[in-house]
């Protein structure tokens, strides 16, 4: 160790015996294996550690029965909440832009733009969400306050698409007076009122998004040895309520709108959301919490700080204590776990490092536990995953408008039928299906003879082979608009 590299947990076997001998010489200190206090007894790490957190009712008592909470049944109203979010967020992608254009009168290149403002506020306002849930006031209490906000949203649309105070006169409109833009166009408060509550709408997507994923995933105990699978399989089915929602709404909110007018049709929405809230509510003493931890914002600039400020601190040294942690089972973020200290990013672990001029001052801007290093390589280990699906993520947002308009151009008739215009993102979600029953049926058995892996490929594998295929397809879509 004459480099005093911190060793990680596969070197404790080398540096037991120089450990647990008494030794007088502290000049010379290395810095070869760091100590949690874990039961007021010094453990070496990588032994008798049990991590994880601490499942909690909605009142932040610990839970006794975990038997009568979590699982299934409570991830079934979950469920019900998201899919109900995803007909409203696709329903109203969709709808929304010939809404503008049949009902408000305006351009089609207006309407798109206000439809794709709403989608980018509903993404990057999960931002907000996400931080308010992990810092405040947990995923619980932000579905419930977000979803609320999403409701009274799409009770405002529906009342524009039906109190003819809030739109523009339609007499003397006709198809050909839309396409020259000869019909009188909305007043200027008519098209402040629409775009207020579409983008609150799109702002109650902020708690919704990142949180019941999450708070989905809380309900199964990650103790238990078949938490892994119950995982998978509760993801599969998530994105499966995903799809069904974007189905319903593409197929059957477009069936309501032609048959019924856009009154009803947003209408429908409305109480969807509504019911699904309602359930929601109503499965409150079935759920597993977790206790906010604090701002995780605030933590990556307190390691980036502490790091920096002591980035000429060497790693053995004299004046060297070890890498602090906090005592006890806990890490010092509440309601989780400690983690394992790993060898990467060795320039973040000077934010944990402790030296004799800390003295009873561990204020986090300048001493971070090892659990909050961690927690920051993991999320920069994590950024390229999120990088790689940007531009996936602006195809797909820009295919909700695109396709609209797009299809105002093209002959949609089927032999005697004819297919609505807001029906053609439908194609989409039945490729899905498509895809995912030959994933299973076929792809999965034969990945499994070559790679040995249950699940034929490993869950970043998936990742890569899903943009690999996002890129052909894309590219596929290029060559045909050029030549058509």
Not at 394 to 405: A, G, N, R
């Amino acid at each position: 160790m004459e480099n005093g590299e911190i060793k990680s947990t596969e070197c404790l076997q080398e540096t037991t015996a120089a450990v647990d001998g008494k030794s007088d010489s502290a000049p010379s200190k290395k810095l070869g294996i760091y100590f949690m206090e874990s039961d007021n007894r010094r453990m070496r790490f990588g032994r008798s550690y049990t991590g994880g957190t601490t499942p909690v009712n909605i009142r932040g008592k610990p839970i006794s029965d975990l038997s009568k909470t979590g699982g299934w049944i409570a991830a079934l109203f979950i469920f019900g909440n998201e899919m109900a979010e995803r007909m409203a967020y696709f329903g109203l992608s969709v709808n929304m832009v010939v809404f503008m254009f049949h009902i408000m009168h305006r351009p089609f290149t207006s309407a798109s733009n206000a439809v794709n403002n709403f989608l980018g506020i509903s993404q990057a306002s999960s931002v907000l969400g996400g931080f308010i849930a992990d810092a405040y006031l947990g995923r619980y209490w932000t579905i419930a306050i977000f979803t609320t906000i999403y409701l009274a949203g799409l009770i405002g649309i529906t009342l524009c698409a039906t109190m003819d105070i809030f739109m523009p006169n339609q007499d003397k409109c006709d198809r050909l007076s839309l396409l020259l833009g000869s019909c009188e166009p909305a007043k200027p408060w008519q098209m402040l009122y629409l775009y207020a509550v579409l983008y609150v709408t799109g702002f109650g997507a902020a708690g919704i998004r990142p949180c019941v994923s999450s708070f989905g995933a809380d309900q199964f105990d990650e103790r238990s040895k078949n938490y892994q699978s119950h995982l998978d399989r509760f993801f599969n089915f998530f994105y499966l309520s995903v799809t069904i929602g974007a189905i319903v709404a593409f197929t059957f909110v477009v069936y309501i709108q032609m048959k019924l007018g856009w009154g009803y049709a947003f209408g429908s929405l409305a109480l969807a959301m509504g019911i699904s809230n309602m359930l929601f509510f109503v499965g409150t003493p079935l759920y597993r919490h977790r206790l906010p931890g604090g701002s995780p914002l605030t933590r990556v600039a307190q390691v980036l700080v502490a790091a920096f400020r002591k980035k000429n601190a060497p790693f053995s040294s004299s004046e060297l204590i070890g890498l602090y942690e906090v005592p006890g089972k806990h890490s010092a973020i509440k309601g989780s776990g400690k983690i394992v200290h790993t060898d990467d990013f060795r320039c973040l672990d000077k934010a944990a490092l402790q030296v004799k001029e800390d003295g009873d001052d561990k204020s986090p801007w300048r001493l971070c536990t090892v659990t909050q290093v961690e927690e920051v390589k993991i999320l920069i280990k994590l950024i390229p995953i999120p990088a790689c699906t940007i531009m996936l993520s602006l195809v797909l947002t820009e295919y909700l408008t695109l396709s609209v308009q797009q299809a105002y151009t093209l002959n949609t008739h089927l032999r005697n039928w004819k297919l609505p215009v807001t029906c053609i993102p439908v194609f989409p979600g039945i490729s899905i299906f498509l895809v995912l029953s030959l994933y299973y049926v076929v792809f999965v058995p034969m990945a499994r003879r070559i790679t040995g892996h249950p699940h034929g490929a490993s869950q970043l594998q998936r990742v890569g082979i899903g943009l690999a295929v996002s890129i052909l397809s894309v590219a596929w879509a290029g060559t045909f608009e050029s030549i058509a």
